[in-house]
């Protein structure tokens, strides 16, 4: 509760320097949660890149497999 008393005194003593401190704490708060998906971003690439490549691999060779059995 004296928590609360402190923060509603130090609003009213200085509204702008506060409310600039909560938005540098939200903003790096956000620029935190960004980083973490950006990272997931990154790291998903290369796994992404071989699924894609072992997909084509496989579609190559069902398609390679059905031309040959329709040829005989």
């Known amino acids: 509760m004296a928590k609360i008393r402190q923060f509603s005194i130090q609003i009213k003593e200085h ?3 506060t409310l600039l401190l909560i938005m540098s704490i939200a903003l790096f708060r956000w620029v935190l949660s960004l980083n ?4 997931w971003i990154v790291i998903s690439f290369p796994a992404g890149y071989w ?3 072992i997909f084509e691999f ?8 059905s031309s040959n059995s329709s040829s005989k």
């Open 15 to 17: 509204p702008f320097e």
């Open 36 to 39: 973490s998906i950006l990272e």
């Open 51 to 53: 699924l894609f490549i």
């Open 58 to 65: 496989w579609r190559s060779q069902k398609d390679q497999n």
